[in-house]
């Protein structure tokens, strides 16, 4: 099993700003996940982090909307830029480690 | 875009009872189905995962069957309780994890 977990666990923002979101995991992984689950929805992937190799998005995610660092085998960071209200949802971090565990989440709200 | 198709969308279940959420995909090669839990301002957890070589796979009171030729998976509540109201999630992986749309099952007391 894998211990995620995220900072902040939530958060309000002013619309045009920009929030930072920290993945820390207990063990090392090669892929970490990036997803958005708006209000009432299901999961969306955003990307997949790989350590020492550009992230690859999903179709509609583009790297300067949700720039994604990933320095090393146990930490990710998602930015969510020049936010506006639609960005209001939950992020989530998840790592596969024979499956795929998920962090608490960042709870984000735009105003 | 490969799709899992999960049903019913909410779900009302009396105490005691049994709860039954489906799943169907389209594509035969994954390598395990996992079924996630999660709670209101929580993450989603895993709760149990099958693989596709076997057809039935209990936790507890949580029970996966898995149908290949009909490309389906259920997740079984058994003696349904209360605190296990939450929304469910099954997921297929193809290279990702694919979710189904969410069941939001409600146990009364």
């Known amino acids: 099993s894998a211990v995620i977990s995220q900072k902040p666990s939530r958060d309000i923002c002013q619309r045009g700003t920009s929030l930072t979101i920290q993945c820390q995991v207990d063990s090392q992984v090669t892929m970490m996940f990036w997803y958005r689950q708006q209000p009432g929805q299901s999961l969306t992937l955003i990307a997949t982090?790989?350590?020492?190799?550009?992230?690859?998005?999903e179709s509609g995610f583009v790297i300067d909307k949700f720039p994604i660092s990933r320095p090393n085998l146990t930490f990710s960071t998602l930015t969510v830029s020049n936010m506006s209200p639609e960005d209001s949802s939950i992020y989530l971090c998840?790592?596969?480690?024979?499956?795929?565990?998920f962090g608490p989440g960042t709870r984000l709200l735009v105003l | 875009q490969q799709q899992v198709k999960q049903s019913p969308q909410s779900l009302i279940v009396q105490k005691g009872g049994i709860s039954i959420i489906n799943c169907a995909y389209e594509?035969?090669?994954?390598?395990?189905f996992p079924w996630y839990q999660q709670f209101p301002g929580k993450g989603p957890a895993l709760l149990i995962a099958i693989r596709p070589d076997v057809s039935e796979k209990k936790e507890g009171r949580f029970t996966i069957s898995f149908n290949k030729s009909a490309k389906q998976f259920s997740l079984h509540i058994m003696d349904s309780q209360p605190g296990d109201s939450a929304t469910y999630f099954c997921?297929?992986?193809?290279?990702?994890?694919?979710f189904g749309q969410g069941t939001t099952l409600q146990v009364k007391p």
């Open positions: 982090a790989n350590q020492g190799s550009e992230a690859t998005y």
């Open positions: 594509n035969t090669a994954f390598d395990y």
């Open positions: 998840s790592v596969e480690k024979e499956t795929q565990y």
């Open positions: 997921a297929a992986p193809s290279g990702k994890l694919i």
